[in-house]
């Protein structure tokens, strides 16, 4: 009887989970046994790995082969476990000595003729790899620089089963990798191809200074779409850690940017207002998938058309987005992904979306009603800045021809305003002021209450909830911020509640 072990990684929502690959040969008729809760795709390497063993000029052993999967209770999926099956039998056929493979963790899909396939999730395979004390990982070649972003792990980049066999046997070493250096990001979106809308351009500067959800109407042409996807370009670029938690999100969902494995720059995701349930938050029938709230997790997720959208996926939101987190449970297991995004919506005023506005617009009043109710209170009750932008006139654009105010000039004050809150949230563990509870902004910073006049006549007429005043407090400190003052004034809570209220006096 031969018996080897080996390790790869399975996948629990976007982190890795270590998996024991243990292989048994026997006396018997030959057959091949594997256990540990595989899914379809798994179950199908046995044929990949018996014909890319064989294409490799190697003989698949005519025994009873017994393939172990280890935590046996924790569901295997996907593809990256041929290149880990591959060796476990060739170390138990002594093709290979066990003990070069017994600390090795391998990850990777095989073609029939050998060759290595890249997979999903690497970066989180890597990173549970070394936090479990391995120091050599063999991935393919495609996914080497990907890999390559985690310090204190040897990465190994192979093209074939060929080439990893010859190296564990000793035969022709593979190189450790190195990362070659990333290439420069093209310029993304800039403001300053926004013509005019004045409020439009405060209202996401004030967003992206304070990490507050936006909700923009307006009829068509008014620049909605232009201004949401400039977003990203005025927030700060994505420190170490969040770029990680960012780039092992992109590697599960498939999405990461070939060449730049790496990613630095905030995620602008805008699903189509087709899109599914399980496509907006996660899911899937087979292994559970994160939707584009947390691919846009440190980013921004922009909902245009957002009436369009089916009520039921859009309340969906509402949980995630004051959590941080949505956890998908499924029969078979769960999963929980992070999705701290900036949520953008953009609407039309009514179903016609007449271009001139008020003035041509032939839906009645019933119309426009059931329109805008397609949005629910409480999501929008959630929505910090709810800005109404106007039709875009003749004066205004010949205006904006001269050299409306570019992103990197906004990005700057943003910056330092969230430098601003950051210094004086330290100890909290905060950084954003949308992150901020109201318990603790009304006892730990509280505002004169002469300047809380306005906000709090509204809260007594009923025009705000709760959680609506809180949500005018935190703004209005972002106001602050931007304009280099200690603590809010009544300028700017005035200018916060207007903000807020905008859409609702509309």
């Excluded at 590697?251 to 349930?277: K, N």
């Excluded at 430098?419 to 950084?431: C, H």
């Excluded at 007429?461 to 609506?468: D, E, K, M």
Aim: charged share 20%; with cysteine.
């Amino acid at each position: 009887m031969a018996l080897a072990r080996t390790w790869s990684v399975g996948l629990a929502g976007v982190r890795g989970a270590m998996v024991e690959v243990e292989v048994d040969l026997a006396a018997g008729v030959p057959t091949v046994v594997l256990v540990g809760l595989p899914d379809a795709v798994v179950r199908q390497s046995v044929d990949r790995v018996r014909a890319a063993v064989v294409n490799t000029g190697y003989v698949f052993p005519l025994r009873r082969v017994t393939i172990g999967l280890s935590p046996a209770a924790m569901p295997k999926q996907g593809s990256g476990f041929d290149l880990a099956l591959a060796v476990a039998v060739l170390a138990g056929a002594e093709v290979l000595p066990a003990a070069a493979v017994r600390d090795l963790v391998l990850l990777g899909e095989l073609g029939l003729d050998g060759s290595l396939r890249a997979v999903r999730g690497v970066l989180p395979a890597v990173l549970a790899a070394v936090a479990a004390g391995h120091r050599c990982v063999v991935v393919p070649q495609d996914n080497a620089d990907e890999a390559g972003l985690v310090e204190g792990i040897e990465v190994l980049g192979a093209a074939t089963l060929g080439q990893v066999v010859a190296h564990l046997a000793g035969r022709t070493r593979i190189p450790a990798h190195v990362r070659a250096a990333p290439a420069p990001l093209p310029p993304g979106p800039d403001l300053a191809d926004v013509v005019g809308q004045a409020a439009g351009r405060r209202a996401v500067e004030v967003a992206a200074a304070g990490g507050h959800h936006l909700f923009l109407s307006g009829p068509p042409g008014a620049g909605k779409t232009m201004l949401a996807e400039r977003l990203p370009g005025l927030l700060p670029p994505l420190d170490e850690q969040a770029a990680l938690e960012v780039t092992a999100i992109a590697s599960i969902a498939g999405t990461l940017p070939p060449g730049a494995p790496l990613v630095t720059r905030p995620t602008f995701e805008s699903p189509h207002h087709s899109a599914t349930m399980a496509a907006l938050v996660g899911g899937g029938s087979g292994q559970i998938r994160p939707g584009a709230l947390c691919r846009a997790h440190r980013g921004v997720l922009f909902l245009d058309e957002a009436p369009e959208f089916p009520r039921t996926v859009l309340d969906t939101l509402r949980q995630p987005l004051e959590r941080g987190s949505v956890t998908i449970h499924r029969a078979n297991g769960s999963a929980t992904f992070p999705c701290r995004a900036q949520l953008v919506l953009a609407a039309n005023p009514c179903p016609c979306a007449s271009a001139a506005g008020d003035t041509a617009c032939t839906c009645s009043a019933l119309e426009r009603r059931r329109y805008q109710s397609r949005l629910s209170g409480p999501l929008l009750d959630r929505i910090d800045l709810r800005v109404e932008l106007p039709s875009v006139t003749r004066a205004a654009w010949l205006d904006g021809t001269g050299s409306p105010e570019p992103s990197a000039a906004v990005a700057a004050r943003v910056r330092t305003a969230r430098a601003t809150a950051v210094e004086r949230m330290a100890g909290t563990g905060l950084t954003l002021n949308s992150q901020v509870p109201g318990r603790l902004l009304r006892e730990r910073w509280p505002i004169a209450r002469g300047s809380l006049a306005l906000a709090e006549r509204a809260l007594e007429r009923g025009s705000l909830s709760v959680r609506g005043f809180d949500r005018v407090l935190r703004v209005a400190w972002t106001l602050a911020d931007l304009a280099g003052v200690s603590t809010p004034g009544a300028d700017q809570v005035a200018e916060a509640l207007g903000m807020r209220l905008q859409r609702a006096a509309a």
